[in-house]
């Protein structure tokens, strides 16, 4: 009986507890800023975003010198002049998914997260809409939305107000996986 | 007894059990542990690929193509009706200047001074890191001149040009620099000019000296440079001083424009480095004048 009972209580407190925490696999973002007189686009596919699926908590940490443009001028100029990545190294979303996941059947839904965004210091409370694709334990999530740049004090000057559009269109494309502890 | 310890037992299991799925996960902490770690170069140590005079430890971005306009007046203290050395006589190098991999980079230039026609290659040898882990930068400049002079009959010099390889003069410059912050770069240059010939026979073909400068950045778009050649031998009998700058420089989306005093009439590395033959003190020798660099960044 004792030997029965010791055995269940060993099993339950190590059962697996980190099951319903997902990680990306692959995760890309980019940014785009479209003008009448130049598109700027610049993608970042090192970050590794987090969630949890039974409370519903995601957490995004990006790297803003990760963002890589197809000119070396227009990326130092992001670094040094706009997002001020020595100041600001960082961007960050820390939010909730508006209804429950269901992280185990297969199946596609549209999703929706609320949090606050922190772009160059300043956080924002924002929604986010996407959608997920749950297939044999890999979710697929995608999403489209807009920050602008007034939201968080990115100045930009007028003589250079014509190539810089006021609201930049973010795109996610990632895929997460079960988080396994290493 | 048997009952109650059994309950007991069951209720603390129970307790045990509810525990391990209330567990709250620090999200955050798992971000950070799993971040992909890339070595980050550290960016803008300058503004441009020029100081004053002095090139920096900055190549210029992949696929970049940049044309600068390098112009010097002449001194102000040669007075009013000079318009203080805007009526000349000046010095102007244009210059034609790209890089592919943002690591080398190679340029074509010309001044009006002396006809000099230059080009050089410049590569980034190692790249200060962002984390720390490589705490500056080192940068290699060659650059190979000739004085496209003619000359006049009869003069001093006539000999001295007889092989067209006569003409030729080159700069080989060390640049170790370093971005303190945001508003903060030093640089030093070790450097060695060789002459193929020298004008007069006590002269030395070979001069040393060591470059410096200082970036202080005071807003978003707009630094202090200051710049001094500190000549390490002694390769003339003719009096020469050190090279001295102070500039402001000032950018706007593809544009650096610098503004600055200098009393080196030379833009050309070869001949501002050993040769500048006005002072920053006053008296006979004394000759200070405005300049300004423009440098419009192509990418291409």
């Known amino acids: 009986m004792k030997k029965i009972f010791l055995g269940l209580f060993l099993a339950l407190t190590f059962a697996p507890a980190f099951s319903q925490i997902f990680i990306a696999e692959t995760c890309t973002i980019s940014m785009f800023s479209a003008t009448k007189m130049e598109n700027i686009d610049a993608t970042n596919a090192v970050t590794k975003p987090v969630f949890n699926c039974s409370s519903g908590e995601i957490v995004f940490k990006v790297t803003n010198t990760s963002f890589k443009f197809k000119s070396q001028l227009m990326q130092d100029h992001f670094n040094e002049n706009y997002m001020e990545s020595e100041k600001f190294p960082y961007c960050t979303f820390k939010g909730k998914f508006n209804d429950k996941l269901d992280c185990s059947t297969n199946g596609g839904d549209l999703i929706s997260v609320t949090g606050k965004l922190e772009v160059h210091g300043v956080e924002k409370d924002r929604t986010i809409d996407g959608t997920v694709k749950m297939k044999d334990g890999k979710m697929t999530v995608h999403s489209k939305f807009k920050v602008k740049l007034a939201d968080h004090n990115i100045k930009v000057p007028s003589v250079v107000g014509t190539n810089i559009a006021e609201d930049i269109e973010i795109t996610i494309d990632a895929v997460f996986i079960p988080y396994v502890k290493n | 007894m048997k009952f109650w310890k059994a309950l007991a037992s069951f209720v603390l299991l129970v307790c045990i059990y509810q525990r391990s799925y209330a567990q709250d996960f620090d999200l955050m902490k798992i971000v950070d542990d799993n ?224 503004v600055h005093l200098t009393n080196s009439l030379a833009i050309a590395e070869n001949e501002f480095i050993p040769y500048t033959n006005t002072s920053w003190s006053g008296g006979v020798n004394g000759g200070v004048r405005l300049g300004f660099n423009i440098s419009r960044v192509f990418a291409l």
Do not use: C
């Not at chain 2, 060659?142 to 001093?156: F, I, K, Q, V």
């Not at chain 2, 060390?174 to 193929?196: D, E, G, M, W």
């Open chain 2, 35 to 258: 971040q992909v770690k890339k070595k980050e170069y550290t960016f803008a140590t300058f503004k441009s690929t020029r100081a004053v005079n002095l090139h920096t430890s900055e190549v210029l971005g992949r696929r970049a193509l940049d044309f600068r306009i390098a112009h010097r007046f002449s001194a102000l203290n040669t007075g009013a009706y000079n318009a203080w050395g805007i009526d000349g006589p000046v010095n102007i190098q244009l210059s034609l200047e790209y890089s592919y991999d943002g690591r080398l980079m190679f340029g074509l230039a010309r001044s009006s001074q002396d006809k000099m026609v230059d080009v050089f290659l410049k590569y980034r040898l190692i790249r200060q890191t962002i984390d720390g882990k490589t705490p500056f930068s080192v940068t290699w400049f060659s650059g190979m001149y000739y004085n496209n002079t003619n000359l006049s009959a009869g003069g001093p010099s006539e000999n001295m040009y007889a092989n067209s390889t006569n003409r030729l003069s080159y700069v080989h410059q060390l640049i170790i620099a370093r971005k303190f912050n945001s508003n903060f770069s030093f640089q030093i240059s070790p450097t060695y000019v060789h002459y193929n010939i020298v004008n007069l026979t006590k002269e030395n073909n070979d001069s040393y000296s060591m470059g410096f400068v200082t970036r202080i950045k005071y807003s978003k778009r707009a630094a202090i440079v200051l710049e001094y050649v500190l000549r390490l031998s002694t390769y003339s009998p003719a009096t020469y001083y050190d090279s001295m700058g102070i500039g402001w420089e000032i950018e706007t989306g593809g544009h650096v424009f610098s």
